[in-house]
């Protein structure tokens, strides 16, 4: 079983929606002040670097 290029990005996409996840869930849960701000948008950021590469799949 290769690896081609569309698993390594449909692979990517995957950790990085877990580790956006995590970063908003620590932004929600563990920091009260301004840090969890900061968390949550380092998130949401993970996400679009996401969504980009979901959308690369099939065209690189």
């Known amino acids: ?34 840090a969890g701000w900061g968390f949550a948008s380092v998130g949401i950021g993970f996400f679009a670097i996401a969504w980009v590469f979901n959308a690369l799949k099939g065209r690189v």
């Open 1 to 34: 079983m290769g690896m081609n290029k569309n698993t390594v990005l449909a692979w990517a996409t995957f950790i990085m929606i877990l580790v956006g996840l995590g970063l908003i869930a620590l932004g929600a849960f563990r920091y009260d002040d301004v």
